[in-house]
T-cell receptor
Framework: GQNIDQPTEMTATEGAIVQINCTYQ??????LFWYQQHAGEAPTFLSY????GLEEKGRFSSFLSRSKGYSYLLLKELQMKDSASYLC????????????FGKGTKLSVIP | DAEITQSPRHKITETGRQVTLACHQT?????MFWYRQDLGHGLRLIHY???????NKGEVSDGYSVSRSNTEDLPLTLESAASSQTSVYFC???????????????FGEGSRLTVL
């Protein structure tokens, strides 16, 4: 299968900005999803990038470089409720709707 | 409102027993998926279906089976439960076709299974 790598854990301060990186094999995926998962809950959709560049959605932005096999999720003005795991997932495109997930990055926001 | 529901939410069973986890969605999505989530492994695909009577094996399908007799339901069966199948199981669904929301997974709340 296609590997997706992301850091296991990160810690950031309330009000700050944090960037969560995700790397993958360039031949693997068509587009990249980001999901948020609070402890004990289901993942919920944050963003999807299929074109290179930055997509901004409120406090959250997501970036994709297909040639470099690299994506990041940028969270601004961090709030305590942003403490969660952030999952990067790639889709193969071409009519395949399966997603391959990274292991997730657990973000802890501290006061 | 459309939703996707799983049952039971929690189950404890014994090694060797057959277990079925139910998944029901009212999104009218063609695509349905079962994932398991374990510490250190993230979400791993067990089985998936792109429509009625269609089923496919995912990355970790051994010991599991699914059936798709209608659009709304994709039950997951563990034929003979093993301790290695202790996990949290998530069902998900998504749209087919072309569009901005295609491929986005909508997840159920999860079923926590313990095999003793």
């Amino acid at each position: 299968g296609q590997n997706i790598d992301q850091p296991t854990e990160m810690t950031a301060t309330e009000g700050a900005i944090v960037q969560i990186n995700c790397t993958y094999q360039t031949s693997g995926f068509n587009g990249l999803f980001w999901y948020q998962q609070h402890a004990g809950e289901a993942p919920t959709f944050l963003s999807y990038n299929v074109l290179d560049g930055l997509e901004e959605k409120g406090r959250f932005s997501s970036f994709l470089s297909r040639s470099k096999g690299y994506s990041y999720l940028l969270l601004k003005e961090l709030q305590m409720k942003d403490s969660a795991s952030y999952l990067c997932a790639g889709d193969s495109g071409a009519g395949s709707y399966q997603l391959t997930f990274g292991k997730g990055t657990k973000l802890s926001v501290i006061p | 409102d459309a939703e996707i529901t799983q049952s039971p939410r929690h189950k404890i069973t014994e090694t060797g027993r057959q277990v079925t986890l139910a998944c029901h969605q009212t999104w009218n999505h063609n695509n349905m998926f079962w994932y398991r989530q374990d510490l250190g492994h993230g979400l791993r695909l067990i089985h998936y279906s792109y429509g009625v009577q269609d089923t496919n094996k995912g990355e970790v399908s051994d010991g599991y089976s699914v059936s798709r007799s209608n659009t709304e339901d994709l039950p997951l069966t563990l034929e003979s439960a093993a301790s290695s199948q202790t996990s949290v199981y998530f069902c998900a669904s998504s749209e087919s076709g072309i569009g901005p929301n295609t491929g986005e997974l909508f997840f159920g709340e999860g079923s926590r299974l313990t095999v003793l």
